[in-house]
């Protein structure tokens, strides 16, 4: 960082990152000059003008020269020695002006009542102010910052009537989202934080001088306008303009900040929470290192499950096939006794993807030490391969670099990962490094939104993303494009180099169908690139080869020195909030804490079901916190669990597991626990209670903990979840470096260990590329992206609720079609296990044996806003590939 | 993926794709769709939002701010009046009653029958002879508002020229 900029400030002497502008330095130094439009971490727009201010700056002959006029703070830079004056009588008499333009089209009531101060926010008024105009009419009430402004300026405001109402009518149709253009100023922050930082922009400034106003073109539905419901504009909104729907009224007691429990990004989440103790609402901190003030549909709006008075709030044992309620107590002494008849390798403890490091350590000490058993592992290691070979190949266990160092990439490589889904806060420096210029290569069979800003987008046959990473790196060994000397340290690279010869790209082209230039473009695109960081998620590649997949993509990152130099990385992309952590803890069936291998014969995820048919797990307690198998393998878990003789559930809400479970334990929600959850990048961030214990749902560590003392285990004396995390410091070498006190504050990287890079040799697998039976004989790959301009989308507006009514083109192989006498616009009927799909035939040149369709994000949206699922984000449609038949309807 | 290809879209990417200057932006496609079909229907929006790979709000953006550019279908005659100072001065006030009278209208727009479109302008370049009129781009000057009414008679009996 280049030498910090000393300005004065009405008087006082301040220092600040150059090139930043006036009013950024005044934020960075805790003095406020009042904005609007402004809003830290995006481009300056200088529309409100109220931030102006009188500046000047030195001449070389020690003499100041102002700047001419009132320059508006948020768009003149800073310089050395400059000195501003931010609160002279002649700004404030413009700012007041400025002001009551603004408001002139404002209903202000709210803002000059004279009772504001002596009201609570529980009275209503009944004379005093209009019914338009009342403050509890707004749903920004008391979190207004043109209230603030307004009052910070001491406005005299007499004439509370003279407001020119738009009569606009509201805009309520659209899922989570309300919108009153009433009380609009037009500041532009929403369009902004749109376009600028998510890349959307779903929505726009419509028309211009008095009437411009923001809206969607032509007033569509939000649901095909191409937003992403991440709720970034209500976020920047200083009015009652947009507002999230739910708990629109509701005012916060108190907020907590916390950590998102949806997905391994960890974003930092400041939660309202109301004097009923219920979340109300949840915005992303700005100043979090892992999310930088971004989140997504999930965290924004799919934490009300933490709300529902559905859950279960105390413990149930199952007496003659009914579970009945007891208490603590008992529920433990039951659980404990049973539990002695199986201390060996008959137990697995299946944890929760959501549960915090405390959780997992303490619940596989328990596992190992008190039930003698190596079998734990946690609900959403069912892709351990995409981790694994990074850390035997690399020693990272995490990714080599941070989220938002991709906004510094050259290049970025995703491989078979639908992150603006799954992962989605990882997406937004993406779409901005694209922005600026930043190459994207996509390698899918799906059409993701990510697909849309690819340069390249290869969409190999099924299971031939080995040989096709294999093109890239053949190209590049051929083209001498390789980083030599990273090459050179990393060990067996001869071997490697040798293994290459393997991949020949006209071979390559047959079993991809991938076109060579394609591979070479996009290898040589990669490999130039000053930059390139690699995504992968592994979500479409089958279990047989994910592992030599892995390597390769792993082996092209090394190969090319992108792993540890600069800002590029490599980033495996699991889909468990705390499955990192789960990980380094060693609650997973491969490892021990530290990283210790176990050995094979853990039972884990992977090979659970097999082992509760065959009898070697008999007692099986499972953390559900709603469980979150795989999709595909449901009903063969619940098939399973019923063959062993003990299931224990802890679980939020009763569900098909607890149908089952003998034991159920109410469990604490992310909202209720003290701990740390790990994230991606492996940084820790704190979980803080938010809404108190309103049940006698209980922590995972503490009834572990309970558990083991009535076995007469000792070690489990923890009193709170400190305890346990001292003992995980000391236990697990990565986390040494923490500290709890940094943890709390902002959060913490972990320790990284160092080891050397090695290769690995990936032999080409016979790419079967049929993983399909003849009931199946088709791949079908679901896609879904934000908007889709060339297709009308079928928008419903009729009802009180936006609907998407239109039918989903599905595209099919020439060869295909014929076979089945399919002709291209023929309505057609997808069948699949549990699955079916009508849609219509677009014959073009995808590869045969495949079936591919697009939907807009916004019916899984309206899907989850209408479901009546507790949990429904937690169960929201993954785009996995299904085997469906096709025929002609 | 899939485009509904319909014979619009085909005229409004013909349009798109038949621009000459060096540098076609999303305003001189939008024009260009205007001076093609008359109007900017919704699906002109998506395709010139594909075409410069910006979203469509972006592009409704751009096409809002500008009163030149319409969303519907435009009448089948133009008809406008210069309210320019000079036609002012000239007497444009009686003859853009007259008019509005005669169209059954009260601001600038399309008639309920869908035959004329109105409206103002701020000049149209021939003060000479104000107050001037246009009708389907012909000009006329020196009118008052007997002319008018007669001109636009005439617009009446002989409906859609081309």
């Known amino acids: 960082m280049a030498d910090k900029i000393n300005l004065t400030i009405d008087g006082v002497e301040v220092q600040a ?95 000059n009542c004279h009772r504001i101060d002596l009201c609570g926010p529980t009275d209503v008024c009944l004379r005093h102010v209009t019914v338009n105009d009342r403050c509890v009419t707004c749903p920004k009430n008391e979190r207004c910052e043109l209230k603030d402004t307004v009052r910070y300026m001491e406005m005299e405001l007499t004439t509370p009537l003279t407001y020119n109402n738009r009569h606009l009518p509201l805009e309520v149709k659209d899922p989570y989202w309300d919108m009153d253009m009433n009380l609009c100023i037009v500041c532009a922050r929403c369009v902004r934080a749109c376009d600028e930082v998510r890349g959307d922009s779903a929505i726009t400034l419509k028309d211009r001088s008095g009437r411009s106003i923001i809206g969607t073109s032509q007033g ?51 939660l309202d929470v109301s004097k009923r103790n219920k979340i109300i609402r949840a915005i992303p901190e700005r100043t979090a290192e892992a999310n930088r003030g971004m989140a997504c549909y999930k965290g924004k709006f799919g934490l009300d499950f933490v709300n529902s008075r559905k859950k279960i709030d105390k413990p149930m044992i199952r007496n003659n096939g009914v579970l009945e309620e007891t208490t603590w107590p008992t529920a433990l002494d039951f659980i404990s006794e049973k539990l002695l008849n199986y201390r060996n390798g008959e137990f697995a403890l299946i944890g929760s993807p959501r549960g915090t490091n405390e959780d997992h350590y303490v619940g596989q000490k328990f596992g190992r030490d008190v039930m003698h058993s190596a079998n734990v592992d946690i609900s959403s290691n069912t892709h351990p391969e995409i981790t694994k070979p990074l850390g035997d190949m690399t020693g990272r266990r995490t990714s080599t670099s941070r989220i938002w160092q991709l906004l510094d990439t050259d290049c ?90 393997d991949y020949d790209l006209t071979d390559i082209e047959a079993t991809t169908g991938v076109p060579q230039d394609e591979i070479r473009n996009a290898a040589r695109m990669f490999a130039n690139a000053e930059n390139a960081s690699t995504i992968y998620g592994l979500e479409t590649i089958s279990p047989q080869i994910r592992e030599h997949c892995a390597k390769a993509i792993v082996n092209l990152a090394l190969m090319t020195g992108n792993i540890d130099n600069g800002p590029s990385g490599i980033y495996p992309m699991f889909k468990g909030a705390n499955e990192q952590g789960a990980r380094d803890l060693g609650a997973c069936s491969e490892y021990l804490p530290n990283y210790v291998a176990t050995g094979e014969s853990a039972v884990g995820m992977t090979n659970l079901i097999e082992s509760l048919n065959s009898g070697k797990i008999k007692a099986i307690e499972i953390v559900g916190d709603s469980p979150t198998f795989d999709e595909d393998q449901v009903g063969d878990f619940y098939k399973a669990f019923k063959q062993s003789e003990l299931v224990i559930a802890h679980d939020n809400f009763e569900s098909a597991l607890t149908e089952i479970a003998d034991v159920v334990l109410p469990s604490s929600t992310f909202a209720e626990k003290t701990g740390t959850y790990t994230n991606l990048e492996g940084r820790v961030h ?138 291209e616009g023929d309505n057609i009927k997808l069948e699949g296990q549990g699955f079916s799909m009508n849609g219509i035939a677009h014959v073009n040149g995808i590869h045969k044996g495949m079936a591919a369709s697009t939907s807009l994000f916004g019916s899984l949206v309206e899907d989850l806003a209408n479901s009546g699922d507790n949990d429904p984000v937690l169960k929201s449609d993954s785009l996995r590939l299904r085997k469906v038949r096709i025929e002609k309807i | 993926m899939t485009v509904e290809n319909d014979s619009l879209r085909k005229q409004i990417k013909e349009a798109i794709a038949s621009q000459k200057r060096p540098t076609v932006t999303v305003l001189s496609s939008l024009l260009a769709i205007q001076d093609s079909i008359g109007y900017i229907p919704n699906e002109a929006i998506e395709e010139v939002a ?64 869908g035959q004329v479109s109105f409206r103002f302008n701020t000049c149209l370049g021939a003060c000479s002879r104000g107050p001037v009129i246009s009708i389907d781009h012909e000009l006329y000057g020196n009118v008052t508002d007997t002319q008018a009414s007669i001109l636009l008679r005439q617009l009446k009996d002989n409906p859609k020229t081309s």
């Open chain 1, 17 to 111: 990152d150059p090139g930043s502008v006036i009013i950024q330095a005044a934020m960075d130094n805790d003095l406020y000059i009042p904005y609007l439009c402004y809003y830290p971490g995006m481009k300056p727009y200088g529309a409100c003008r109220m931030c102006v201010v009188k500046a000047e700056a030195p001449t070389p002959d020690g003499s100041y020269r102002p700047l001419p006029g009132s320059p508006a703070s948020c768009t003149t830079p800073i310089s050395e020695g400059m000195r501003v004056e931010t609160n002279t009588d002649e700004l404030v008499s413009l700012r007041k002006g400025i002001l009551d333009l603004l408001i002139s089209e404002h209903p202000h009531g709210c803002l």
């Open chain 1, 220 to 270: 569509t539905s939000l649901l095909e306008s191409g937003c992403e419901f991440c709720g970034a504009c209500i976020d920047v909104c200083p009015t009652g303009a947009l507002v999230e729907r739910d708990y629109k009224w509701d005012k916060a007691e108190k907020k907590v900040t916390s950590t998102c429990p949806h997905c391994p990004v960890g974003c930092q989440l400041s």
């Open chain 2, 50 to 113: 594909i075409a410069m790979n910006a979203s469509i709000n972006s592009v409704f953006g751009v096409a809002s701010f500008y009163p030149n550019f319409r969303f519907t279908p435009p009448g089948d005659h133009s008809v406008e009046v210069c309210w320019g100072p000079t036609c002012h001065l000239l007497g444009a006030g009686r003859v853009l009653d007259e008019v509005l009278e005669q169209l059954g209208l009260e601001d600038e727009g399309d008639t309920p029958d």
């Open chain 1, 412 to 501: 970025v490589l995703v491989v078979s990962s639908n992150i603006t889904e799954s992962q989605n806060v990882v997406s937004v420096p993406i779409k901005q490094a694209a922005a600026n210029g930043t190459k994207i290569i996509v390698v899918d069979q799906r059409e993701t939104e990510l697909t849309r800003y690819a340069d390249i987008w290869l969409r190999p046959k099924v299971d031939s993303e080995i040989d096709l990473i294999g093109g890239f790196m053949r190209t590049i060994i051929d083209e001498s494009l390789e980083d030599n000397e990273a090459c050179q340290s990393c060990g067996e690279f001869t071997e490697f180099r040798n293994s290459l010869w």
């Open chain 1, 686 to 823: 704190c979980v803080n209670p938010s809404i108190g214990p309103s049940s006698e749902a209980d922590e995972e560590w503490r009834i572990f903990s309970q558990i083991a003392q009535r076995m007469g285990a000792s070690g489990f004396e923890y009193r709170n979840s400190s305890d346990v995390f001292v003992e995980i410091q000391e236990k697990v070498s990565s986390y040494t470096n923490l500290d709890l006190d940094k943890v709390k504050k902002n959060g913490q990287i972990m320790r990284k260990e160092n080891q050397d890079f090695q290769f690995a040799v990936v032999t080409r697998a016979e790419v079967s590329g049929d993983t399909t039976n003849s009931e199946y004989p088709i791949i079908f790959a679901p896609g879904r992206v934000l908007q889709q301009p060339d297709r009308d989308a079928g928008i419903d507006t009729s009802s009180d609720k936006n609907t998407i009514t239109r039918t989903e083109i599905v595209e099919i192989n020439a060869s295909d079609a014929s076979e089945h006498g399919i002709a």
